[in-house]
């Protein structure tokens, strides 16, 4: 992966290496790595109006993980730099996480293939979102990733009617955890009752979106009570939680 660099490497703002405030430390903050300024600054904008502050923001890759350190932010959004190897790019996201316990990575990318979703997602990230989408997707998986959800962006362009998904795209397990999920239980209370790490859970969950084309675990649950997938008493229940 490339080592470019350039305007938007300097942080956006400055402190103390190493010092952390108590408000600091309950502020929402971000990373930005991108190899393509113009998307840096648009990120920055999206951030911005959902309310977190963007630390650093850079087209480098080794700028972005020495900035994940120093300023041990809430939220990492980055590219998924396929085109110079997917595995550098899932790499990235693997050593981020790895650097800064609780961050929630975000994966802003071109890229649509199943088999680099479902890697993103193993790496640790929580929320896949295509840069053709709407800006307001990027905002909304921000805003879902302080929730300990894990999120999944459809692109916009999908022809009419290829959204349309029957309960036979979905394995057994697929079909448990979406029931599971349309219930109201957290991943957390998902991995405690299936015998699964909540890793796991996650990467099924990306894969229902994906299959249903959904974006959240809100539109899943009601993706499940349309087409039946819960007894009148859970779709009751079900309800309240919207």
């Known amino acids: 992966m490339g080592?470019?660099?350039?305007?938007?490497?300097?942080?956006l703002r400055q402190g103390n290496r190493g010092?952390?405030?108590?408000?600091?430390?309950?502020?929402?903050?971000?990373?930005?790595?991108?190899p393509h300024p113009l998307w840096l600054e648009a990120v920055t904008q999206v951030l911005s109006n959902a309310g977190v502050e963007v630390r650093a923001a850079t087209s480098a890759v080794s700028e972005a993980l020495s900035a994940l350190e120093e300023y041990r932010p809430s939220v990492f959004v980055t590219a998924l730099l396929v085109d110079e190897g997917a595995e550098d790019g899932i790499a990235c996201v693997r050593d981020a996480v790895g650097l800064v316990p609780g961050l929630k990575t975000i994966v802003l990318t071109e890229e649509e293939k199943p088999d680099h979703i479902d890697a993103a997602f193993a790496a640790g990230a929580v929320a896949y979102v295509f840069k053709r989408a709407d800006p307001q997707d990027l905002a909304s998986a921000v805003r879902q990733s302080f929730?300990?959800?894990?999120?999944?962006?459809?692109?916009?362009?999908?022809a009419e009617g290829e959204c349309d998904r029957t309960i036979d795209d979905l394995t057994r397990r697929e079909l448990e955890i979406l029931?599971?999920?349309a219930e109201g239980h957290s991943n957390a209370a998902l991995a405690r009752m299936l015998w699964v790490t909540e890793q796991t859970v996650k990467f099924h969950l990306s894969n229902i979106y994906r299959k249903l084309?959904?974006?959240?675990?809100?539109?899943?649950?009601?993706?499940?009570?349309?087409?039946?997938?819960?007894?009148?008493?859970?779709?009751?229940?079900?309800?309240?939680?919207?």
């Open 3 to 11: 080592e470019k660099g350039g305007p938007f490497a300097e942080p």
């Open 19 to 34: 010092m952390t405030t108590e408000r600091e430390t309950a502020e929402r903050t971000a990373v930005l790595f991108d």
């Open 147 to 158: 929730e300990h959800s894990v999120y999944f962006s459809s692109p916009r362009s999908r």
């Open 179 to 181: 029931r599971l999920v």
């Open 213 to 242: 084309g959904v974006a959240n675990r809100t539109e899943a649950s009601r993706w499940a009570q349309v087409n039946g997938l819960l007894t009148a008493e859970q779709s009751d229940t079900s309800a309240h939680a919207f």
